[in-house]
């Protein structure tokens, strides 16, 4: 029953050595926004809740960046596979004038409109005029961070992970010494509290940007052929908007959608509390799922890789493989802080962090309900993001993706939430339930086969 896990040690060594320094990253980036958490929650709730408000549109932002860097890891890995260095060239620009565009006409709302744009996420009067203050500082890091982005997911489509690792790990090290620094007033700065922390994670994402362009200037790997970079041809514009749009519709759909979620918490009574434990337990979620989720974008690289070098005799069972070890990996991770949340959580850590025993009492819930399915949501991640995009299949994906989320669950955790005031544990079944719908949807579109596809020859 269980044949097609028998690859080899040798697929599995390939699969860990590239698994390993996406799991590094996954956890520098997520270590960080825990260490911002930390650090702004010893400001108290009402900061924490603010920056876990302002984080709201953040987080669209890194999504839509995140797209770009999925459609385009969709061309550069199966180009990879075939060894053309040039169409990568041409597929790298147009990300970086896409990423570039998006990231900055975002950067001028939360500049220029800070308080009227942050008053659409929540009706605290407080909360949004300390989430005013920390989005007008951080609004134009998303420029910097993103082409940086783009650059780090190019080369970790081409298997060099190790890139991101470096980069990630500067600019770790550099906020969260400069968090010190600015939220508590340390080395002589002034203590600025929520805008310091905004101002910490400008200051590493231009650090992040510049590490990026020295490798470009000195590094030897991949050389950049700045007249294909900077002007690309049309034909793989095409290409790019055909695999790229939907895989970006997606992530940005799949943003906002997430991001109505803490909105919908923003407006219900006792929102403060509900907040600052949503974005506590947003970080120690992340947390956890540094490995399960990294097991996704490895599947993507040997997916895409696979089929680029015209070897597709046996993607199906490499891609069921995967997602089986996404699947048994997250399900043990999910026990394991199920316990630790009853141990460790609930009486050391949510004391740390300040919150009152109001939002200590939703932080577990939330905790106990979300670790219960990681199963489900790692298998889903890896199926969605590894096996079908990385195959080429992106608009199966994106419905699979998308439609549980917007035609099921938000409508449901608005209800719940908005209409009838059931509180937040109905509200937050309602939003864990679109992953068990995506789990039946995700098998279905896996075994049909029909999402091998070589977009190199589109």
Partial sequence: MFSYMNRGRSFYRSVVLLAIPIILQNLITNSLGLLDTFMVGRLGEAPMAAVTLANIPIFVVQLMTFGLQSGASVLISQFHGKGDKGSINEVLGIGFYMAGGISLSFGCVMFFLPQPFMSLFGNNADVVAL?????????????FDSLAQVYIAAHRSMANPMLGLYILGCSMLSNTLLNWVFIF???????????????????????ELVIAAGHICFGKSFRLQFSRLLRPSRDMLR????????????ETMWGLGTSLYPTIMGHMEGSQAILAAYGLVGNVINMSTVAVFAIGGTTAIIIGRE????????IYEVGLCLDTVAFLSGQIVGFLFIALTYTLFQPVLYPLFY???????????????????????????TNVVGVLRGGGDVQAASAIDLAPMWLLSLPLAALAGLVFHWGILPVY??????????????IWRLRSGKWIRDVTAA
């Fill in 239 to 250: 290409r790019y908007v055909r695999f790229a749009t939907p895989v970006l519709f997606n």
């Fill in 185 to 207: 007033g340390k080395l002589g700065a002034p203590a600025m509290g929520v805008e310091g922390a905004a101002l910490a994670t400008l200051l590493s994402r231009i650090l």
């Fill in 355 to 381: 919150l009152s025993p109001e939002a200590s009492q939703i932080a577990t819930m939330m905790s106990v309900v979300a670790f219960s399915i990681l199963g489900i949501r790692s298998f889903n991640t």
């Fill in 131 to 143: 989430a005013a203050q920390y989005a007008r500082i951080v609004a134009f890091s998303f420029l």
């Fill in 429 to 442: 079944l309602c939003i864990s339930l679109d992953n068990v719908v995506k789990l039946f949807l995700g």
């Fill in 307 to 314: 089929i680029g070098a015209g070897r597709q005799e046996n």
